[in-house]
C-alpha cells in the first residue's frame, strides 16, 4: 500500500489582525443588515488629537477633499483667482447650469476651450442633473465632469506660466510638483503614494490627521494667504464648491465660517472657525454613510443646528416609505 503525501501545513494566520471600528450600520425594519467600518480624527482647537477611531494615521487618498490643497497651488503659480472662480476651482461641482457657465467663463478668459481639458467625459454629478441633460438628448462632455472647474484653473495657470498644457497632468508637470509642495506643508507629513484620481489628476496620499490638520491650517491661515483665500472663497461661495442640493453647501451655508468638503470613496473633511477640525473615511467607499458620521461626529463637537439633522438623516426604502436608516455607531 503505497503511502500518500502529508497534507500542506495550513498558512499560519496571525493571531490578532487590526480591523476598523464600525462606524455607521445599516438597519431595515429593526434588523441589522450591514456595517460599515472605518477610521475619523477629531482635531481640538489646539490642533491635538481630541478623538482617533480605528487608524487615522494611516495613510489614505483623499480624493476630492484634497482639491483646497490644489487650489491654493494655482494660486501659488500666480494664478488670480477670487470669489465663485476659486470656490470652483476647489469644487466637485453638480454640473448645474451656473456651474457649466462659469467653467466655459473661466476658460475662454485664458484662451482655452472645453476640448483643452483632460477630465473624462461625464454626465453630472448630480443625480436630478444627470436626469434632465440625458432628457435634453446631451452626452457625456468633459466639461461636465465634477473636475472640471479644478482643471480650467490648472489650465489657466498653465497658461499664465508658459507651462505645457497638454501634459498638465503629468505628475512631473512643474504644477503638479507644486500640488505635491502644498499638499505636504498643509497635512505636515510626507505624501507616502502618488496615483491617479477619477479625473486624472495626480492624487497624493496623506494620513486623516493630515488632512484634518489641512483643514484646520486653511481656516486658521493669515488672511491674503493662498489658504486663506482658498477658505474664504469655498465658504462665501459653497454653491460653487458643491451644488444646490449637496451637504457641503449646506453645512458652510448654515455654520458660518466652516469649511467642509467630501471626496470619492466615502472621504470627509471638515474645519470650525475655532480651529477645530475632523477628517474621516469610511473604509467600503461608501458614501450613503458621510451624513450620518458626519453629523454623530459634529454633534460630539457640540454642534446642535437643523443643519446636523438634514445632513445625518439617510433613510432606507421599502417599497414606497421609510423602514429604516443608516445610523452612526460611536
Known amino acids: 500500500m503505497s503511502s500518500s503525501a502529508a497534507p500542506a501545513a495550513p498558512s499560519a494566520i496571525p493571531s490578532e489582525v487590526f480591523e476598523p471600528p464600525v462606524l455607521a450600520e445599516v438597519v431595515r425594519s429593526g434588523f441589522v443588515e450591514g456595517h460599515h467600518r472605518g477610521s475619523l480624527v477629531v482635531l481640538a482647537a489646539d490642533g491635538s488629537v481630541e478623538l482617533a477611531l480605528g487608524d487615522p494615521a494611516a495613510p489614505v487618498f483623499p480624493r476630492s477633499a484634497n482639491k483646497p490643497m490644489q487650489a491654493a497651488a494655482v494660486l501659488r503659480?500666480?494664478?488670480?483667482?477670487?470669489?465663485?472662480?476659486?470656490?470652483?476651482?476647489?469644487?466637485?461641482?453638480?454640473?448645474?447650469?451656473?456651474?457649466?457657465?462659469?467653467?466655459?467663463?473661466?476658460?475662454?478668459?485664458?484662451?482655452?476651450?472645453?476640448?483643452?481639458?483632460?477630465?473624462?467625459?461625464?454626465?453630472?454629478?448630480?443625480?436630478?442633473?444627470?436626469?434632465?441633460?440625458?432628457?435634453?438628448?446631451?452626452?457625456?462632455?468633459?466639461?461636465?465632469?465634477?473636475?472640471?472647474?479644478?482643471?480650467?484653473?490648472?489650465?489657466a495657470a498653465c497658461a499664465l506660466n508658459g507651462w505645457d498644457r497638454a501634459g498638465y497632468l503629468d505628475p512631473a508637470h512643474p504644477l503638479q510638483q507644486l500640488v505635491h509642495q502644498v499638499v505636504e506643508e498643509a497635512a505636515g507629513e510626507t505624501v507616502t503614494a502618488v496615483g491617479t484620481d477619477g479625473c486624472g489628476a495626480p492624487l497624493m496620499a496623506i494620513s486623516l490627521v493630515g488632512l484634518a490638520r489641512a483643514f484646520r491650517g486653511f481656516v486658521l491661515a493669515e488672511p491674503g494667504t493662498a489658504e486663506r483665500r482658498v477658505a474664504d472663497a469655498m465658504r462665501a461661495h459653497p454653491a460653487y464648491v458643491a451644488g444646490t442640493r449637496r451637504p457641503d453647501t449646506w453645512l458652510m451655508r448654515e455654520l458660518p465660517g466652516t469649511l467642509s468638503k467630501m471626496g470619492a470613496e466615502a472621504v470627509q473633511a471638515v474645519a470650525l472657525a475655532d480651529?477645530?477640525?475632523?477628517?474621516?473615511?469610511?473604509?467600503?467607499?461608501?458614501?450613503?454613510?458621510?451624513?450620518?458620521?458626519?453629523?454623530?461626529?459634529?454633534?460630539?463637537?457640540?454642534?446642535d443646528a437643523p443643519v446636523v439633522d438634514r445632513i445625518g438623516h439617510a433613510p432606507l426604502l421599502g417599497g414606497a416609505g421609510e423602514v429604516g436608516e443608516i445610523r452612526a455607531t460611536f
Open 77 to 155: 503659480a500666480g494664478l488670480d483667482l477670487a470669489g465663485e472662480r476659486l470656490a470652483l476651482a476647489a469644487a466637485s461641482h453638480s454640473g448645474e447650469a451656473f456651474h457649466l457657465e462659469l467653467v466655459h467663463t473661466m476658460l475662454a478668459e485664458h484662451g482655452l476651450t472645453a476640448d483643452d481639458l483632460r477630465t473624462p467625459p461625464d454626465l453630472p454629478l448630480d443625480p436630478a442633473e444627470a436626469e434632465a441633460y440625458l432628457a435634453a438628448g446631451r452626452v457625456r462632455e468633459r466639461i461636465t465632469m465634477n473636475c472640471s472647474g479644478k482643471h480650467a484653473a490648472m489650465l
Open 275 to 303: 480651529g477645530r477640525a475632523l477628517a474621516f473615511k469610511v473604509d467600503d467607499g461608501a458614501t450613503r454613510a458621510l451624513g450620518p458620521v458626519l453629523a454623530r461626529t459634529l454633534r460630539l463637537l457640540g454642534i
